[in-house]
């Protein structure tokens, strides 16, 4: 056959009604597009082709799908790595076989086709059910093919028209790269192609004028912070009058000095409360006067404690959302995002249209604040509805938990019971595996998602459902307690999660998104929610690329999605009623000693030197988290400060990859759990670190993203050094978010930190039978404070990671039932959590980092529901030092949060350039 003539290189917007190459589904032949010349209709003349003969039919490549999202690799974050650069009107064409219904403004998903025999730069279209509707035409697809494959240009679809009997009109808005080496280079090749650029020009205007200004600030600040210089230039030669004013707090306690009283601290202290920031913008969709008329159902017969009026309404809603029901003919009413018309179901998200009815998902997410009962409500969920909905499923409710919490859920499940109605409840943990063959026998089974990961991996390899194990069963429900930890889409947790069978599916958070909208993602994939938003692409593009931009209707279809899939509860709403005793947060400042502050200048002067270096590509990142770490240790106890890590990178220095002698490996680890403390993120998957582990090249990974990366490429992302195998890669000494390090320091000499806290817990003035959590994210820290309280005959317990769940529960069991047990030493990653902490009426932060939703859960332990007393939070910080510029940055991202569905174009909370700029804030 001749070679055929090409069409010109200008893409052609009104290209002929050509059809080409279809495939719509398994009864559907495929049309080979070489049997159909330029203008030809479809006829009978047609070649067709059974599918079961077209590359890619198999079984094999329909699992590839279920288990990739989308064909362009789409993530949230490309939100922040991608712009708008123009959009491409052109046509669907071979749309003759689609049946469905192809409505406007609706959402397409394109996906290359490179193995397509007739044509390399096929792209077909499907509609958001995975169906396809038909295919780019050939000029259009020959364009923009090679920028899809390169991944210079990420490409969607939004149909502008109605499907005509050849073709359907469509936009293709086109992404590129915002990184300005590559912009340049893709506007380049777009303008060689004559591709659409409007929107990418109209930019490079805007961001010139914006420069204009920065600079204009820019400048202006600079005036500013040399003035400011000057005065504490200044300032420095003053006498020594503030020394004077605040040694009382640089005086140890007990050594012959007058007591400082409780009215003495809080006159010193100034009132701080988080909790005020931002408030009036958090709104999940339904509003406070709506939720406080919800229906009520009565507490469960089997259920020994009668459930607050509040807790009945959410057991109502709860009930509710598992036997959902579509909008009957003739409605108004949207259910799940579906609205009816006539014979027709349309998702008002991705304006997908079909008379076939949708699938509505059973369950959805109970975000009540923490301490207003979520674990009571699913117990009276489990109790008041226990019928299968199937003939296929089990009675049995899966309750998937932090290792920590299990104890809890039975436990709770044992206090609010009545005895002749108890559900019979398996902990699916250690001996309680050996149930494995008989869970459905159980009402309740409580397992980690420990365990889920590992029995999904094991899944996955027997490429079979398990005759035993999780996912042996066909779950009444699965409750996922601290639902968040799913929050990454492309975690094996999240993805064991999402491929469990269930009826209804419940997440259980106080914080339904932590960082960006992925994390609610990661919640409507995992309820099965219908209409097209369960993929991610679509979810981009329906939801958080509008959102980024600040388009209102974005805004209004997040509140419809929220209000249909969650419910949301605070303290502070009036018709919650909790009556509980006042809260007070108090900020106490703290001076340093002499010596102490001699030793944080010279740490903060090797910051600023580190930070100089990095951004001079210099020195590296690891380097800068180091020193930033030991600049907010001194500020706790100079003895925590040690330097872990500089050998290893002088060895990093002359080679890429450390031979794993001991002393290379713990310093690996220490260098991993400086990224662990400092709450960096996965290069790979930029979401907080899942199963964190360090590479020989000391790059810091989740363990499922590196190994699946080893597994394809066997080199670092990072550097590109040889990974030959999984083999080598180190986890945490201690468990995730532990330090290891031990400490020696001399109890006579307590640091300034140190004696504050002491003074707050021994001040004359403290109410009657005060027990106070002291919480710290380092528990060498802790081991610091241990002498002093012994010293002064102080009754105290501890709980940290290093700790396993039985020695937990006594010391809190011992906290709470002993009256002269009176603190309680608690590592902030563990307390964070899952615990019952209300027998404290006093809360001490002894140090801060940059991520307030852990302390918020933390503190939330002691004030709850339950707490009867009056209760106080202490903040305790240097003065003039990193720990008050963290303060600035904690306020500016709970704002970020209680924003979070408002997302703006700044929200990307935890990219590098923003940690950069945080740190270069901190050392100012």
């Known amino acids: 056959m001749p070679p055929r003539k090409r069409k010109s290189d200008v893409v052609d917007l009104t290209e002929d009604n050509e059809a080409r190459a279809t495939k719509v589904n398994r009864s559907t032949p495929y049309l080979d597009p070489q049997n159909i010349s330029n203008g030809e209709r479809f006829g009978e003349s047609a070649k067709f082709i059974p599918l079961t003969q077209v590359p890619g039919a198999d079984e094999d490549d329909a699992q590839a799908t279920e288990l990739v999202e989308g064909s362009q690799d789409v993530d949230e974050s490309s939100v922040s790595t991608t712009m708008l650069y123009g959009n491409l009107e052109t046509k669907i064409v071979g749309v003759r076989f689609y049946n469905g219904i192809a409505t406007p403004g609706e959402h397409v998903i394109l996906k290359r086709e490179p193995q397509n025999q007739y044509d390399p730069n096929a792209i077909r279209i499907d509609n958001i059910m995975g169906i396809q509707i038909g295919h780019i035409g050939r000029g259009v697809a020959a364009k923009l093919a090679p920028y899809m494959d390169s991944k210079d240009l990420h490409v969607e679809g939004i149909l502008t028209g109605v499907k005509g009997p050849y073709d359907c009109p469509v936009t293709l808005p086109l992404y590129g790269p915002t990184d300005p080496a590559r912009k340049i280079i893709v506007k380049q090749k777009m303008q060689n192609d004559r591709l659409p650029l409007r929107e990418f020009m109209d930019s490079e205007r805007k961001e010139k004028q914006r420069q204009k200004e920065l600079a204009a600030e820019q400048k202006k600040a600079e005036k500013n912070a040399r003035a400011m210089a000057l005065k504490r230039a200044a300032a420095g030669w003053q006498s020594n009058d503030d020394e004077k004013m605040f040694a009382n707090l640089s005086t140890p306690t007990g050594l012959g000095e007058v007591t400082e009283t409780m009215e003495d601290l809080i006159n010193q202290s100034s009132s701080f409360n988080p909790r005020e920031i931002g408030q009036v913008v958090e709104n999940f969709g339904q509003k406070e006067s709506d939720m406080a008329k919800m229906p009520m159902v009565d507490t469960p017969a089997g259920l020994f404690t009668e459930l607050l009026p509040y ?40 304006n997908y249209s079909s008379t076939t009815a949708p699938t509505l998902s059973s369950g959805g997410i109970l975000a009540d604040d923490m301490g207003l009962g979520k ?44 005895a002749e109605t108890m559900p019979r ?3 699916y943990h250690g001996s309680g595996k050996k149930e494995a063959a008989n869970l459905s026998q159980y009402d309740v089974v409580i397992s980690s998602y420990g365990a889920l990961t590992n ?96 388009e209102p209707e974005a805004r209004l279809l997040l509140e419809a999605l929220m209000g249909t899939i969650c419910l949301r ?39 600023k030197g580190a930070l100089l270096e990095f951004k001079d590509k210099q020195g590296t990142y690891s380097h800068l988290l180091e020193v930033i770490l030991r600049l907010r240790q001194v500020c706790n106890h100079w003895a925590l400060c040690k330097n872990r890590i500089d050998k290893l990178l002088k060895t990093l220095d002359e080679q890429k990859v450390v031979e794993l002698t001991p002393e290379n490996m713990k310093a690996l680890q220490d260098m991993l759990q400086v990224q662990i403390e400092s709450q960096e993120v996965c290069a790979i998957c930029l979401d907080n670190f899942d199963q964190p582990v360090i590479t020989a090249c000391a790059h810091s990974y989740c363990k499922g993203c590196i190994e699946e990366v080893i597994e394809r490429q066997h080199k670092c992302p990072l550097c590109r050094a040889d990974l030959k195998d999984n083999e080598n890669l180190l986890a945490p000494a201690e468990d995730f978010g532990e330090d290891s390090t031990t400490v020696d320091a001399d109890p006579q000499n307590p640091s300034s930190k140190v004696e504050a806290l002491i003074k707050v817990l021994t001040a004359p003035g403290q109410a009657p039978g005060t027990k106070t959590v002291v919480f710290s994210q380092w528990t060498s820290f802790l081991d610091l404070v241990e002498p002093h309280l012994a010293k002064r005959g102080i009754n105290f317990v501890r709980v940290d990671g290093k700790m396993n769940a039985i020695r937990r529960d006594n010391s809190i069991n011992c906290f709470s039932t002993e009256p002269t047990c009176t603190v309680l030493l608690a590592s902030l990653s563990v307390c964070s959590v899952g615990l019952n902490l209300v027998a404290a009426n006093q809360a001490i932060l002894a ?66 350039a923003t940690r950069v700029a945080d740190l270069e804030n901190l050392l100012n």
């Open 569 to 607: 509860r605070r303290k502070d709403m009036e018709f919650i009623n909790l009556r509980l005793p006042k809260l007070t947060s108090r900020v106490l400042r703290i001076k340093f000693q002499s010596h102490e502050l001699e030793k944080y200048s010279a740490f903060q002067s090797e910051a």
């Open 375 to 418: 674990t009571i409500q699913i117990i009276s969920l489990i109790l008041a509805n226990p019928a299968p909905k199937t003939s296929d499923s089990s009675k049995t409710t899966l309750i998937l938990a932090p290792v920590g919490v299990m104890s809890n859920w039975r436990n709770q499940i044992k206090d609010h019971c009545r």
């Open 425 to 427: 409840v398996l902990i």
């Open 311 to 350: 807790q009945k309404q959410g057991l109502a809603w709860m009930i509710a959302r598992e036997s959902p029901s579509l909008p009957p003919p003739g409605s108004d009413t949207v259910v799940q995002l579906w609205k009816r018309s006539g014979k027709n179901f349309t998702n008002i998200a991705t």
């Open 455 to 550: 029995e999904y991996k094991d899944q996955l390899k027997a490429k079979k459902t398990p005759a035993t194990g999780i996912f042996s069963l066909q779950w009444r429900r699965i409750v996922l307690d601290e639902g968040h930890t799913i929050r990454n889409p492309k975690s094996q947790g999240s993805q064991a999660a999402c491929a469990l069978r269930a009826d209804s599916r419940w997440t259980l958070t106080g914080t339904p998104i932590i960082n960006t909208l992925k994390d609610l993602y990661s919640q409507v994939r995992f309820l099965k929610l219908s209409g097209g938003l369960e993929d991610m692409g679509v979810f981009n593009s329906v939801l958080i690329r509008p959102l980024t931009s600040g």
């Open 847 to 912: 140090d801060s980092w940059w991520a307030p939703a852990i302390e918020d859960q933390a503190l939330d332990r002691v004030y709850r529901l339950g707490q009867k007393r009056e209760t106080t939070v202490w903040r305790l910080i240097m003065e003039d030092s990193i720990e008050e510029r963290v303060l600035d940055i904690q306020g500016r991202k709970r704002e970020l949060m209680l924003a979070a569905f408002r997302e703006t174009g700044k929200k990307k909370a935890e990219d590098r």
